[in-house]
């Protein structure tokens, strides 16, 4: 079992950035491929961006390739979302997922891909 707690949302004005944070509890962070996802007012649940086991590995949904950046810290238990250069269309929830994965080198964009889920964190962006 893996408990992941976001963090780091608020309020931004476009042009500003945030760095949102999740914590995974247990002591085989290693052992998931990492991703995060965002949900708008009214919108279905869409894939961001995503992060392979050593890290070596990440993936972008196009919209916010340039502007975002996922890292991880696996001594930390620790996956991080670094937005620059937000717009108010990246206003949504925004989710950590955790997939237990073989493979060191794969990263997932599917939902159905992904074992645990956070609470998320709002992030709100003002034009």
């Known amino acids: 079992q893996v408990q992941l707690v976001e963090s780091g949302g608020g309020l931004v004005q476009a042009g500003g950035s945030l760095r949102l944070s999740c914590l995974a509890s247990g002591r085989t962070f290693s052992s998931y491929a990492m991703g995060w996802f965002r949900r708008a007012p009214g919108k279905e649940r869409e894939f961001v961006a995503a992060i392979n086991r050593s890290a070596g590995n990440t993936y972008y949904t196009d919209s916010v390739k340039g502007r975002f950046t996922i890292s991880r810290d696996n001594v930390k238990n620790t996956v991080y979302l670094q937005m620059n250069s937000l717009k108010p269309e990246d206003t949504a929830v925004y989710y950590c997922?955790?997939?237990?994965?073989?493979?060191?080198?794969?990263?997932?964009?599917?939902?159905?891909?992904?074992?645990?889920w956070g609470q998320g964190t709002q992030v709100t962006v003002s034009s």
């Open positions: 997922a955790a997939a237990l994965t073989y493979s060191a080198e794969v990263v997932h964009t599917r939902t159905v891909a992904y074992d645990y």
